[in-house]
């Protein structure tokens, strides 16, 4: 909010009505058109670049530590900023991941962090790139059952990343 209060033009901020520990410390600086990388495997090789926002970051942090179980090691990406598309910081996680590459959004495919990042990187060879998106008319429900009918939750975040495998 702050960021969005002392930037010049127009900002966007989304919010959500469901509660999500917090993934960033007091000492984390944002910034407009800066992604951030908040998982990246130790041990073995990523596999996938899964890049993400707002409530679909903690989805993405949950399979990366299920996943993490089962021996796959993901790079979570924050894309924080839609517009610019951090497009060097996505850029160098897909080609460390074999061009693999998965967006998830709790937004329709048309104008969203899908379609931000496929146009940012439309000139690059070698990427595959799957959608997670919302397709359909949302409708009232917990937000778990929202996220689990429109495939954008933890389970189909694992199994999208297990597909690219």
């Not at 990366?64 to 796959?72: F, I, Q, R, T």
């Not at 439309?122 to 689990?148: C, W, Y």
Request: proline content about 4%; glycine content about 10%.
């Amino acid at each position: 909010v702050l960021l969005a209060a002392n930037s010049t033009g127009m900002c966007y901020i989304r919010g959500c009505r469901a509660g999500t520990p917090v993934i960033y410390d007091a000492n984390t600086e944002f910034g407009i058109g800066k992604a951030q990388v908040v998982r990246k495997g130790v041990h073995e090789k990523d596999r996938v670049t899964v890049v993400a926002g707002g409530i679909t970051l903690y989805h993405a942090c949950q399979a990366a530590d299920k996943l993490k179980e089962e021996g796959v090691g993901i790079t979570v990406i924050d894309i924080f900023s839609v517009k610019p598309v951090d497009k060097a910081t996505i850029l160098e996680a897909v080609k460390a991941t074999g061009g693999n590459l998965l967006t998830v959004e709790d937004h329709y495919p048309e104008g969203g962090i899908g379609s931000a990042v496929a146009s940012a990187l439309s000139e690059e060879t070698g990427i595959r790139h799957r959608q997670l998106n919302v397709k359909g008319m949302p409708f009232s429900a917990p937000p778990a059952d929202l996220f689990r009918h429109f495939k954008i939750d933890t389970d189909t975040i694992v199994q999208a990343v297990k597909d690219f495998l």
